[in-house]
């Protein structure tokens, strides 16, 4: 029971909502009448090294799982014939460190256990709102990140699962439709709705993106420029080859406005691409893929850059497409994140 008690702090301690649920599970090592055992391969990642075991987010489980109270109800659901009800003071510490180490849905799944997982997420929205009143912008992203992490799925299969993110499939969804004229692309949009559009798509909601809409258009830009380093802290890596890709479009941008359907234009232009007309986008990805389609370019750069899909449009070249840069050069939302040579240092 000892390494019943160890194994239970370091579910705890790593805000890990699975291996804390497992423990109980009826072929748990936790239990007398399961053949498994810690001391096996299979199980033994349940247990602490010497270095976690040090640490004061473990005592402090420790110190919980063995307060009498609650070691009493574990051993009680230890034993029992039957799916064994959570040590509810133990689900809450796993959610609120699964918080402190940014593992949200691990986070989610133990306040939905709980039932308080919609308060806990309005509360997030509340301080952050709050926080943005006095100034303290990176603060406040980081509890709309937390916030918005809570989400939950009730439609998910085959049972409700908390909401993650997935910018490859978002990406794809932004860029659903062929844009019939140019500023139909989400990098040429006005001001109010592009903010809009890129916030409601980073915080992977509309209804929290809906809650910064009465804020100063100079405050959502900053908003947004800060949380497009949280999402993606190699951002700058991605603006290098932005800028190289643009350099190449520069050359024949104005044709490519009005290539759809002109045979002659897209051979001069594939000449001046080369004989791969996938060069554009990996510029902008950083290598190519084999036979690569633009949904393919979308999708990877979207995976390690999510805020690229923000600046980037389809664009037909004879009989193929490709994904182009696209943003307005005076856009505050690009020059913020330094996209265009406008940009402030």
């Not at 509890?143 to 990406?171: C, N, R, S």
């Not at 809009?196 to 809906?210: D, I, K, P, Q, V």
Request: with cysteine.
């Amino acid at each position: 029971m000892d390494l019943v008690a160890h194994a239970l702090a370091k579910a705890i301690a790593d805000g890990d909502i699975v291996n804390f649920r497992t423990l109980f599970e009826s072929y748990s090592p936790a239990r007398e009448e399961s053949t498994e055992r810690f001391s096996g391969a299979k199980y033994h990642y349940l247990l602490p090294n010497e270095e976690e075991q040090q640490t004061p987010a473990f005592a402090n489980a420790l110190h919980e799982v063995q307060s009498p109270l609650v070691w009493k109800h574990i051993e009680h659901e230890l034993e029992a014939k039957r799916r064994a009800q959570l040590p509810w003071q133990l689900v809450l510490m796993v959610g609120d460190n699964a918080v402190r180490r940014m593992k949200l849905p691990s986070a989610a799944q133990a306040y939905e256990l709980l039932r308080i997982r919609p308060r806990m997420q309005a509360e997030f929205f509340r301080q952050s709102d709050a926080l943005l009143d006095e100034g303290r912008l990176k603060r406040a992203i980081e509890g709309y990140v937390i916030g918005t992490g809570l989400d939950y799925d009730y439609a998910a299969f085959p049972e409700p699962l908390p909401k993650v993110l997935d910018f490859q499939k978002q990406a794809l969804i932004l860029h659903g439709e062929y844009p019939e004229k140019p500023e139909d692309c989400i990098g040429l949009q006005e001001p109010e709705p592009f903010v809009r559009t890129a916030l409601s798509y980073l915080l992977n909601s509309a209804e929290a993106a809906a809650r910064l809409e009465k804020r100063p258009l100079e405050l959502r830009i900053a908003f947004l420029r800060e949380l497009v380093y949280v999402r993606d802290p190699s951002w700058s890596a991605f603006v290098e080859r932005y800028d190289k890709a643009r350099e190449t479009m520069a050359r024949f941008a104005r044709r490519l406005d009005q290539v759809a359907g002109v045979p002659s234009l897209a051979e001069e232009i594939e000449r001046e691409l080369g004989e791969d007309p996938g060069h554009i986008p990996a510029e902008l990805l950083g290598r190519t893929i084999e036979n690569g389609e633009w949904w393919q370019y979308l999708q990877e750069l979207a995976y390690e850059h999510p805020a690229a899909a923000l600046f980037v449009a389809r664009q037909a070249i004879g009989d193929r497409e490709i994904i182009i840069p696209r943003c307005r050069t005076d856009s505050l939302a690009a020059q913020a994140l330094q996209l265009t040579h406008e940009a402030p240092v």
